[in-house]
């Protein structure tokens, strides 16, 4: 066999091995290399614990695995994407962070490795359309890793490693699962704790140009006030919306006075949607319909204009600390659970087999009945649209004959069964890190700054305090139906009673409503929708039920999933495809 050389850009010779490897992009990779190792770095790679390094990031992963070798992934921390290179080995691993917040691609076909941070940068010409991408963007509403949209090529999950062996056979480990060793009950130092990761977290990143995403909740605002403690004044930005079930401008105002933050806030139109959906829409690599997309371009444009060059986001406190409703509601169920079978069996006899099922009380009891017998974490998509409808009603069967439809929930099951521990509510949140998170969340924010030209950081999920959340007892991170108990008490004292006792709001877009109100909004989506008719995906009937339902009810639920249709279509275009 002919050693083929690894080179960066194609073009500088790294290493000598068994199978031609390119690294697309390498020019955003720090290289360190000793007489074992050559590694390399894109992100922010640090030593864990340690405030501020000056060490190249590069150097400091060279530095660590070559110190402590299979165990370096406990000593690292930060927000990163790397590649190892083992010449005793003759071994290449991929690594993720343990959040997944840098995209990392991989294509291994026929002894060519090819490794990008963008599925774009590849040669699609090679690569084959991924059916099952497309079924479970429609799930999922984007598509999760390891699944891309190219048959051959695949995405690192959250912190996971990847490893190339010289024989072409590869390997792949979850580096990142934490253990839940809890603390006894919640006390005023472990309080000052988490305030104080939280602090230095945020100073990690608050530099000149530094401003922050401020919606008004809980963690943009917790995120916004520790700036405000280290840059005077701070630069705080929100969007607001003219419908009140999606605009919290009121509340981001409340903490930027409490701060006192140099504050802008802008109210986001439905034309401006109209101006940026094809461009936000074909931006991302990979199909992505997460609607409140725009809301976070319009507002990074809009930090942009006012000197901004770095926003820090306060994604992820809800998934680390039990803030998202559905925690509370799923142990709701549990009370029909932990009820005597025989119990069980008379209440389906009662509301689930009558002829008054039509009743409202007896259908709303009905529903709890049947999500209740439905185990975790599959009861999380009870309201799934692909849950909702027949699959053969939604997708042509063509279509539907190369696609396995099981895929995306037993992605969803192995996640939650690889968390190190018994508790339901640990499971989800493990469960978020990586389908809200890394999956949705952070491509959303990531790709959206990127477009504007700012760079965004994410200090509440720092691996520090993610471990420290996980030494929080389950009970006390959501305490009855009390979500984000514990950060709650952290926080008393620090953000305003307000904020700490307002009603979960949503960073969402109005598209739903949006569309009903704009004739032009209207015209482009039904544009898309005609388009993708023609393409041997959804059926025609289906796209049009879907559009009667958005105009007569739900113009908000089925707004949505015009959106995922639309945005599918306009990406697929973009790419010629």
């Not at 695995?65 to 290179?85: E, K, L, M, P, T």
């Not at 939604?394 to 929930?409: D, G």
Request: proline fraction near 4%; charge should be negative; include cysteine.
């Amino acid at each position: 066999m002919n050693n083929h050389e690894v080179t960066k850009q194609g073009n500088q010779r790294l290493v000598d091995w068994h199978f031609k490897v390119t690294i697309k992009e390498g020019d955003k990779f720090q290289v360190a290399s000793n007489q074992r190792f050559i590694v390399m770095v894109s992100g922010q790679l640090r030593e864990y614990s340690v405030l501020t390094s000056q060490e190249p990031s590069a150097e400091v992963l060279l530095r660590l695995i070559s110190d402590n070798n299979d165990d370096y992934y406990q000593y690292i921390a930060g927000f990163f994407s790397a590649i190892i290179f083992d010449k005793s080995q003759s071994t290449i691993t991929l690594v993720s962070d343990h959040i997944g917040s840098k995209p990392l691609y991989y294509n291994l076909l026929e002894q060519v490795l090819v490794i990008s941070d963008n599925l774009d940068n590849l040669d699609v010409s090679t690569l084959t359309l991924n059916p099952q991408g497309i079924f479970n963007y429609c799930f999922f509403h984007c598509i999760a890793a390891p699944t891309t949209i190219y048959k051959e090529v695949f995405k690192l999950e959250p912190g996971q490693s990847v490893t190339i062996n010289n024989d072409c056979t590869v390997v792949s480990s979850l580096l990142y699962q934490p253990n839940y060793q809890y603390h006894e009950a919640p006390s005023e130092e472990s309080y000052q704790h988490c305030r104080r990761l939280i602090a230095q977290a945020v100073s990690r990143h608050a530099s000149d140009g530094c401003g922050a995403f401020l919606s008004g909740g809980l963690d943009s605002s917790t995120v916004a006030g520790m700036l405000a403690k280290q840059i005077h004044p701070a630069k705080t930005f929100s969007i607001g919306f003219d419908s009140a079930q999606y605009d919290e401008s009121a509340y981001a105002k409340l903490t930027a006075t409490h701060f006192a933050t140099q504050h802008h806030s802008h109210v986001m139109q439905p034309d401006e949607l109209v101006d940026h959906f094809k461009q936000i829409a074909s931006h991302f690599d990979q199909p992505f319909g997460n609607s409140s997309a725009m809301a976070a371009y319009g507002c990074a444009m809009f930090a942009k204009e006012h000197g901004v060059t770095t926003l820090l986001a306060g994604d992820g406190g809800d998934e680390i600390f039990a803030g998202n409703e559905r925690y509370a509601q799923q142990a709701v169920f549990n009370h029909f659970n932990q009820a005597p079978r025989v119990v069980q069996h008379m209440l389906e006899g009662v509301f689930c087999n009558t002829p008054m099922a039509n009743i409202p009380l007896v259908r709303k009891a009905a529903s709890y009945i049947q999500q209740a017998k439905t185990p975790l974490p599959d009861r999380l998509d009870s309201y799934n649209f692909l849950n909702r409808f027949d699959h053969q009603q939604i997708f042509t069967a063509n279509f539907l004959s190369t696609v396995e439809p099981c895929q995306p929930v037993l992605q969803k099951r192995q996640r939650f069964e690889q968390a190190n521990s018994d508790s339901e509510l640990e499971k989800m949140l493990f469960l978020d890190w990586k389908f809200t998170l890394a999956d949705n969340d952070l491509v959303k924010v990531s790709k959206m700054c990127e477009m504007a030209g700012v760079d965004v950081c994410y200090p509440l999920l720092e691996k520090e305090l993610v471990d420290f959340s996980c030494q929080i007892n389950a009970q006390d991170k959501l305490k009855g139906n009390e979500l984000r108990y514990f950060f709650k008490q952290a926080m008393t004292g620090f953000l305003p009673s307000e904020t700490l006792s307002k009603e979960k709001h949503g960073f969402g877009l109005p598209f739903g409503l949006w569309m009903k109100e704009s004739d032009e909004l209207m015209g482009m989506a039904q544009t898309a929708l005609t388009n993708m008719s023609k393409r041997d995906i959804f059926n025609p009937q289906f796209l049009e039920l879907a559009v009667e339902m958005h105009q007569s009810e739900h113009a908000s639920y089925y707004g949505e999933l015009i959106w995922l249709v639309v945005v599918l279509e306009i990406w697929l275009d973009s790419r010629g495809l």
